[in-house]
């Protein structure tokens, strides 16, 4: 069986940082990416960050320079560290992670999905 476990999330100031973990077990995702999505309540989940098997990272237009994504392929996991959060980042992140690489941006191009951690900052 699959599954993907976020932690890391929590209470943090404007201007602080965060570091998500995610742990895949059941398989690994050689061949897909594995990425970060955000949902904020009574708004659609976006995309913030993926990874390739690679390493390259691919981010959302509003994190760069802001937030970092690394895949740590030994131990199957993704990290996404977050620096200078700011309020409208409070959201529930999820880790997802794709048997194939395809539509990376978009939540139907990835198989698998954490429960989600809250992140909450605070103005």
């Known amino acids: 069986q699959v599954q993907l476990v976020e932690s890391g999330g929590g209470l943090v100031q404007a201007g602080g940082s965060l570091r998500l973990s995610c742990v895949g077990s059941?398989?690994?995702?050689?061949?897909?990416?594995m990425g970060w999505f955000r949902q904020a309540p009574g708004k659609e989940r976006e995309f913030v960050a993926a990874?390739?098997?690679?390493?390259?990272?691919y981010y959302a237009d509003s994190v760069k320079g802001r937030f970092t994504i690394a895949r740590d392929n030994a131990k199957n996991t993704v990290f996404l560290q977050m620096n200078s959060l700011e309020p409208e980042n409070t959201a529930v992140y999820y880790c997802a992670a794709s048997l194939i690489w395809r539509n990376y941006r978009n939540p139907i191009g990835y198989d698998y999905w954490g429960q989600g951690t809250q992140v909450t900052v605070s103005s």
């Open positions: 990874s390739t098997w690679g390493g390259t990272p």
């Open positions: 059941g398989r690994t995702f050689s061949s897909g990416p």
